[in-house]
């Protein structure tokens, strides 16, 4: 009985952990689209613009698939490995935090202005825009996030391990390190080779 409530205290505990990250992202995407509709008259035509030109340039030319999945490689494993090295330092935490408010930023102002411009069929365009890639990227990000902040806390711990402690202490975060990036890689590789094709066939009519 012991063991089920201690299993249970712990289950508890890692909800609230995403639970945070989850309303960080809300928040942000709640901003997001305050943002946009207050200052859409700024920007609207520039992105009207730049949004047609995407859409020609998804009709005609070619994509190649490697060059685009070593180019999003290279920019999530900025991203990814940021957040580890971070982790170690006092900025850790609030770095996470604010890349969960700033991601939810974004993508509130980004739908905000498709609905704009496209009104309902902005639901269909933003999903095929995230689609296949996000649903590995979700999880992937999530469980970095919780991972770095339980590393942020062990790493961190007011004086009480040592340095040669805190650096033993870190293989233990090593499989999962591995593990995560390993899907983040397939991530990488849907929003190459299998994303292009159902954004193309969404938007080019």
Known sequence: MVKRIISLSKLTHGMK???VFAALLFLG???GVLFSNLFQQSYYASWEKWSGQFTNALATMPINGGELFIYIVVEKLKIYLLLWVLA??????PYIYTYCTYKGFTMGF????LMQERGMRAFLVF???HFPQCLVYIPVFFLTFAACKDLNRQWGNEGQVGTWA???GLRSYLVMF???LALLLFGCMLEAYVNPGILKGTLVK
């Open 178 to 180: 591995a593990a995560l």
């Open 110 to 113: 980004w739908f905000c202005l």
């Open 88 to 93: 170690t330092t006092v900025v850790g935490n």
């Open 127 to 129: 999903g095929s825009y």
């Open 17 to 19: 952990r995403y639970n």
């Open 29 to 31: 995407i709640v901003v």
């Open 166 to 168: 805190r650096i033993k």
